[in-house]
C-alpha cells in the first residue's frame, strides 16, 4: 500500500511510524517530510498542493494521510483535489475542515447542534471586542483562523485583554480575520479523538496535553509540551456522557449539515461542573497528543484508515492498550516567542526505553542531530501505571541535551492531584 502523509512533525513521525508497524507491506512516503522521518517515509519535493497532488497520481499512491490541517484548507481542499483525482484521502473536505479554520464556524456548529460550549460573540473589531467583554474578567479570546495553536489567549485583566486585542484586531499578527470572545470555562481539560467515517466513528484513547511553556501551566500557550494518554484518564461512565452529548451529536450534526468528514477529529473539552464542554474541534489529530496516543494503538492502522477513507468504518482492524502513555517535549531556546536552531543535539542514541520522536531537527554537515524549530523532540514511555511511565519518560528524557533546552517538570503529574 502506497501511503502519502502530509506534515513534517512529530506527529506525522509518530503516525509514520504507526503506519509503519502496521502488518500489511507499505511503502509510506512524507510530504514534506524531514531528516528523521526520511529512513521511514522518503521526503516529497514538490511545490504546492496541485504538485503534490500530480505527484500522487503519477506515483499510484493509494491513500494520502493529513497529519497536518492546513493544506485541508488551503487552495481547493486537500480531500476535495484527492477526490477528484480518485486517491483516497484520510482527512476531511474543506468546507467540513471549518469546524478547525474558523472558530465562529464551530461555535455556530455547535450551537445548532445543541452541544455544550461556552457562550460566545463574534467580533470584526476592537470596539465591538471590547463591548462584548464587558468588563467581566477573565475572558477567553480567540483569532477566527489558524494560528498554529498561537490564536487563543485567556485574558485574566483587562491589561492582558488589551495586549492581545491590539495584536490580534490592531497589528493583525495572524492576518485578517475576526475575533470570538468566549466565556472562560474551569475545569481539567481532556483530548479526545475519534476517526470519523461518515456517520460511523471510532473514539480512540483520551489524552491531557499542556499547553503553557512553563511547570505549574504558567508562562504563554505553546502548541503543546508534552501529553499523558491513557483510557483510564476519563472513567467509563464519564466517556459515555462525552460521547453521548458531543462525539455523536457532532458527526451526526456533519451527517444533517451535508458536510463530508472522513479522518480524525479532535474533540478539546472541558470537564466543567455542569458536565463536558467543547472548548474546539481540531479536524486532524493532535500534536502532541499522537505522539502519546499511537504507541497504545495496536493492529493494522494503515488498511484502517485505508478503509475508512474509502466509506468503511472496520474498527475491528485496531485496539487500544489499557496502560499509560507519557509523551514530553524537548523545545529550543527562545521558544514560543522565536526558537534557536543550529544547537547540536547529543545522547540520542542512548536512549533505549523510550520512542523518540523528532519534531524540528535536521541533520547538519557533519552528519549530527542540530536543532531545527520551536518543538525540537517528544520523549514517549508507557507504563502499567501513570507514574511508572512518568518516571521512565523523564529518566529517558534526561539522557538528551542541547543548548537552551526547555523542558516541564510535572507532565503526567501536574492536573492529578488528589
Ligand atoms: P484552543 O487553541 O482553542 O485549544 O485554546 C487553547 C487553550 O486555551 C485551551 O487548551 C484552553 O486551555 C484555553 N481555552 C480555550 N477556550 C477556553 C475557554 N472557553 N475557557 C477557558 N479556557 C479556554
Ligand atoms: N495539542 C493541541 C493541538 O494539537 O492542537
Given at each position: 500500500m502506497k501511503i502519502l502523509v502530509v506534515g513534517k512533525g512529530g506527529r506525522e513521525h509518530?503516525?509514520?511510524?504507526?503506519?509503519?508497524?502496521?502488518?500489511?507491506?507499505?511503502?509510506?512516503?512524507?510530504?514534506?517530510?524531514?531528516?528523521?522521518?526520511?529512513?521511514?517515509?522518503?521526503?516529497v519535493e514538490v511545490d504546492g498542493l496541485q504538485s503534490l497532488i500530480e505527484w500522487m497520481v503519477g506515483h499510484q499512491i493509494d491513500l494520502c494521510?493529513?497529519?497536518?490541517?492546513?493544506?485541508?484548507?488551503?487552495?481547493?481542499?486537500?480531500?476535495?483535489?484527492?477526490?477528484?483525482?480518485?486517491?483516497?484521502?484520510w482527512g476531511p473536505h474543506k468546507q467540513s475542515a471549518q469546524l478547525e479554520a474558523s472558530k465562529e464556524f464551530a461555535k455556530e456548529f455547535m450551537l445548532r447542534h445543541?452541544?455544550?460550549?461556552?457562550?460566545?460573540?463574534?467580533?470584526?473589531?476592537?470596539?465591538?471586542?471590547?463591548a462584548a467583554i464587558g468588563g467581566v474578567y477573565p475572558t477567553v479570546l480567540k483569532f477566527d483562523g489558524l494560528a498554529a495553536g498561537k490564536g487563543v489567549a485567556v485574558c485574566e485583566n483587562e491589561a492582558s485583554a488589551e495586549d492581545f486585542l491590539n495584536e490580534v484586531l490592531v497589528e493583525r499578527k495572524f492576518g485578517a480575520g475576526r475575533l470570538l470572545v468566549e466565556e472562560c470555562l474551569v475545569g481539567p481539560?481532556?483530548?479526545?479523538?475519534?476517526?470519523?467515517?461518515?456517520?460511523?466513528?471510532l473514539i480512540f484513547t483520551p489524552a491531557r496535553d499542556y499547553k503553557r511553556?512553563?511547570?505549574?501551566?504558567?508562562?504563554?500557550?505553546?502548541?503543546?509540551?508534552?501529553?499523558?494518554?491513557?483510557?483510564?484518564?476519563?472513567?467509563?461512565?464519564?466517556?459515555?456522557?462525552?460521547?453521548?452529548?458531543?462525539?455523536?451529536?457532532?458527526?451526526?450534526?456533519?451527517?444533517?449539515?451535508?458536510?463530508p468528514y472522513r479522518g480524525y477529529l479532535y474533540f478539546g473539552l472541558m470537564m466543567t461542573a455542569a458536565g463536558p464542554k467543547i472548548i474546539e474541534y481540531n479536524c486532524r489529530f493532535g500534536d502532541p497528543e499522537c505522539q502519546a496516543v499511537m504507541p497504545l494503538v495496536q493492529g493494522d492502522l494503515a488498511s484502517f484508515c485505508l478503509a475508512a477513507s474509502k466509506g468503511e468504518m472496520k474498527p475491528d482492524l485496531l485496539s487500544f492498550d489499557e496502560g499509560w502513555s507519557v509523551c514530553l517535549i524537548l523545545a529550543s531556546a527562545g521558544y514560543p516567542a522565536s526558537s534557536r536552531s543550529g544547537d547540536v543535539i547529543s545522547g540520542l542514541q542512548d536512549v533505549?526505553?523510550?520512542?523518540?520522536?523528532?519534531?524540528?531537527?535536521?541533520?547538519?554537515?557533519?552528519?549530527?542531530?542540530?536543532?531545527?524549530?520551536?518543538?525540537?523532540?517528544?520523549?514517549?514511555a508507557g507504563g502499567e501505571d501513570r507514574m511508572s511511565a512518568v518516571d521512565l519518560a523523564y529518566s529517558e528524557l534526561a539522557k538528551i541535551s542541547f543548548a537552551g533546552a526547555q523542558q516541564r517538570t510535572d507532565i503526567g503529574r501536574m492536573h492529578f492531584e488528589g
Open positions: 509518530a503516525l509514520i511510524t504507526a503506519l509503519e508497524e502496521s502488518p500489511v507491506a507499505t511503502e509510506l512516503y512524507c510530504f514534506p517530510g524531514s531528516d528523521a522521518i526520511q529512513p521511514l517515509a522518503q521526503s494521510v493529513a497529519g497536518e490541517e492546513s493544506y485541508l484548507v488551503k487552495d481547493e481542499g486537500l480531500a476535495n483535489l484527492c477526490e477528484k483525482v480518485g486517491i483516497p484521502c445543541d452541544i455544550p460550549t461556552g457562550a460566545a460573540t463574534g467580533c470584526a473589531n476592537i470596539n465591538e471586542a471590547r481539560e481532556v483530548s479526545i479523538f475519534a476517526a470519523v467515517c461518515d456517520e460511523e466513528y511553556i512553563g511547570d505549574n501551566d504558567e508562562g504563554p500557550n505553546t502548541g503543546g509540551m508534552g501529553a499523558v494518554a491513557s483510557r483510564q484518564l476519563v472513567d467509563a461512565e464519564t466517556l459515555a456522557l462525552i460521547e453521548k452529548t458531543i462525539v455523536k451529536p457532532t458527526v451526526d450534526g456533519l451527517v444533517k449539515d451535508g458536510l533505549d526505553d523510550a520512542r523518540v520522536y523528532h519534531a524540528g531537527t535536521k541533520r547538519n554537515a557533519d552528519d549530527q542531530w542540530e536543532t531545527n524549530g520551536g518543538r525540537v523532540l517528544a520523549v514517549v
